[in-house]
């Protein structure tokens, strides 16, 4: 961006820590120095999930009350800014996982949704991170029913049943032989991401990895 509409833009809008809120100055990356070192940042096997559908998931944070209430406001309240913070977060997590790797994707909202929200914020992480890791990101999924949000499910059979069939290729995808990393934003019990990579594997995907912002308790 021309530098001086960088200052300006500044001036309106003061770079902010996108967890704490802090007023930071330019070029702390939506970070300031007490977040950078307090965020409950993973790594090694504590960084891992193993879906049900066999699929290793890698979460760069701990869903911890200052990872939520930042996420909250970049899910629910336009805060879509907190894209390129998260996704520098995603991109160290996933550095040594994205050698090889042909597809960044995303788990899609439903067009409705979409619509509603005005982004998607998991295809919004999909873009920052592949940007950073060098990697193409294309679109693979999208989602064919409106589900209850799983959250509000009861059951792990609940869970299964609500999101099963939900998501389907796009006509134009060709993902035979390719090997994709899969985004979303949380991965709680990991049902919905399950579900997502099921359906790659099946239209011939050489191999999927999965990926998300933060991972909760379970
Ligand atoms: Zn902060």
């Keep these: 961006m021309n530098k001086i509409v960088e200052f300006i833009l500044d001036l309106i809008y003061p770079p902010k820590c996108a967890f704490c ?12 120095p007490e977040c950078t070192e307090k965020l ?3 790594s090694g096997t504590d960084a891992k999930s193993l879906l049900e559908d066999g699929t290793l998931c890698y979460s760069a944070l701990r869903y911890d009350q200052m990872v939520r209430d930042s996420f909250l406001r970049y899910k629910f309240y336009g805060s879509v800014s907190y894209a390129d913070t998260y996704s520098r977060l995603m991109a160290e997590c996933l550095k040594e996982t994205a050698a090889g790797i042909d597809i960044v994707t995303w788990v899609p909202l439903s067009r409705k949704r979409k619509r509603k929200r005005g982004y998607d914020q998991a295809e919004l992480l999909a873009n920052g991170t592949s940007l950073l890791l060098g990697l193409d990101c294309k679109g ?3 989602k064919n029913k409106e589900t209850k949000a799983q959250s509000l499910t009861k059951s792990r059979n609940e869970r299964k049943s609500n999101i099963k069939g939900a998501y389907t290729l796009r006509k134009e995808a060709d993902i035979k032989g390719k090997k994709i990393i899969i985004v979303d934003d949380i991965i709680t019990t990991g049902a919905t991401l399950s ?3 099921a359906v790659l594997k099946k239209a011939g995907a050489a191999s999927v990895t999965a990926a998300t912002f933060a991972k909760a308790a379970r």
């Design 40 to 42: 409950p940042r993973l």
């Design 140 to 142: 693979i999924l999208y």
């Design 21 to 32: 809120r802090k007023l930071i100055g330019t070029g702390h990356e939506g970070l300031c």
């Design 195 to 197: 579900e997502c990579c």
